[in-house]
């Protein structure tokens, strides 16, 4: 398995940032690439169906939400990226100065393209994720 692990520092709470994060149907407010998120189900075992600026679509599945740890993880059933067995967690983290750190990883199958290429991709969309909620909280 390959995995991707990135971070970035958020100007707002973690409270405020988690409030956002955990809404397993709220990309489309810091992911300008998700044009529409559709949930079935609520809670752990929800699944959201995320429709891309190209019409693509990826649907995913809540695997696990600790509001007290501020962690949650999510599966991706089926997409159009070359991966299979991507599983990904969101860890939130209190700073200092009404700060917080957001830690996005996953682990993946590569599947139709070479793992750099896979994981190039994945950088790409936690890095438009992060600066999306910097815009969002004011603080990018």
């Known amino acids: 398995m390959a995995n991707v692990s990135m971070y970035t520092e958020i ?3 973690a ?5 956002v994060v955990s809404d397993f149907n709220g990309l489309t407010k ?12 609520a809670g752990v075992g929800a699944v959201r169906t995320l429709t891309l600026e190209n ?18 993880s999510y599966s991706i059933i089926s997409s ?8 990904a967690v969101m860890t939130l983290q209190e700073l200092e100065d009404d700060r917080c750190k ?25 890095s438009t994720g992060f600066e999306g909620l910097q815009k969002f909280f004011g603080s990018s």
């Open 55 to 72: 019409g693509e679509q990826i649907v995913e599945r809540l695997e696990s939400l600790d509001d007290q740890a501020r962690k949650l």
């Open 15 to 19: 409270e405020e940032v988690w409030k």
């Open 30 to 41: 810091f992911v300008s690439a998700i044009v529409d998120s559709v949930t079935e189900g």
């Open 102 to 126: 957001l830690v996005w990883s996953c682990v993946f199958q590569p599947h139709g393209a070479p793992e750099s290429e896979v994981k190039n991709i994945l950088e790409g969309i936690y």
């Open 11 to 13: 100007h707002a709470s």
């Open 80 to 87: 159009p990226l070359p991966l299979e067995g991507y599983v």
